[in-house]
C-alpha cells in the first residue's frame, strides 16, 4: 500500500462511498463543463481555470481507471455504453465553450474552426473503431446469423473509448474453448487479456504505474488520445487563444489518422 498511487489511494477511499466507474464519469463531465463555462469567459483568468479543470477530467480518468470492476453495475453493458457517450459528450462541452470563448474575444470564423474540429476528431474516431474492431468470423457450420457482427460492433466501439468489453460464453469465445479443451485456457485468457490491454493504451486509458517504452510512448502520443486533447487544449488557451486550440486539434486528429494509416500499410507489407 505504501507504493500505491495518489489515483489508486483516491479509488479506494471513494469505493468505500460506493462511488463507482460510472459515477465517476458523471462527475468528469460536470468539471467539464465547469471548463468550458471558464473557457466561454473572454477574461485572460478564464483560459488558467479552464486548463486547470481540465486537469481535473484526466484526474477523474485516473481514479476510475484505478476502480475496480467487481460490481456487477460496472460490467453492465448499458453502463459501459453510458460511460463512453459521457466520455465523447464531456468533450463535446469543452468545444462549446472554447468556441464561445472565442466569439466573445472576437475571432472570426469561431465557429467554423470548431467545426472543423469536430469533423476531424469524427475521422480519427471512426478511423481507431475500424482498426481496432476484431475480424470478421468465417460463417461455417453452426454459426448464428446476425451474432457475430453485433458483438464485433460493439467491442469495435466499446473498444475504441478504452472501455472494457463483457465477455459472453458462446461459439468463437477463446476462453469457453480453453476450458472444454483443457490445455488452452491459460493461453486464450493471455490472449485476451493482451487484446484488452492494447485496447486500453490505444485510448489512452492504460495503467497509470506501468512504464512505458519511448516508442509505446511515442505512439500514444502520435494516437492524438483525449487525455493528449484536453492537454493541447489547455496549453494553446493559456498561451495563445482558442483558434489556435482548434488548429492544433485539427493537425493533431490529421496526424493521429496518418500514423494509423502507415501502420496499417506496414502490417500489410509485412504479410
Known sequence: ????????????VLERRDVTRAGMARISVLVA?????????????????GAVLLVLVL??????GAMSANSANDRDSLTLWLVTMLGQ???????????????AAGVNGAWAWAAGALIAL????????????PPALPRGRGTVRGAGAGQQLS???????????????????????????GGGGERAGRTRV????????????????TVVPLPDLARRWLSFTQPVRFLVIGVTTVVWDPRVAFVAL??????????????????????
Open 194 to 209: 493482451a487484446r484488452d490491454a492494447r485496447q486500453e493504451e490505444a485510448a489512452g486509458r492504460g495503467p497509470a504505474a
Open 33 to 49: 463543463l465547469g471548463a468550458a463555462v471558464w473557457f466561454a469567459q473572454e477574461e485572460g483568468e478564464g483560459a488558467l481555470a
Open 89 to 103: 459528450l464531456r468533450e463535446y462541452v469543452v468545444y462549446t465553450g472554447l468556441a464561445l470563448g472565442a466569439v
Open 59 to 64: 484526474g477523474c480518468d485516473a481514479v476510475g
Open 250 to 271: 485539427v493537425i493533431g486528429c490529421a496526424l493521429a489518422v496518418t500514423s494509423e494509416l502507415v501502420g496499417a500499410w506496414e502490417q500489410v507489407e509485412r504479410r
Open 122 to 133: 469524427a475521422l480519427r474516431d471512426s478511423l481507431l473503431v475500424a482498426r481496432t474492431a
Open 155 to 181: 467491442e469495435g466501439l466499446l473498444g475504441a473509448a478504452g472501455v472494457p468489453v463483457p465477455c459472453r460464453p458462446g461459439e468463437g469465445d477463446p476462453e469457453l474453448t480453453g476450458r472444454l479443451l
Open 1 to 12: 500500500m505504501a507504493h500505491a498511487s495518489p489515483a489508486r489511494a483516491v479509488a479506494r
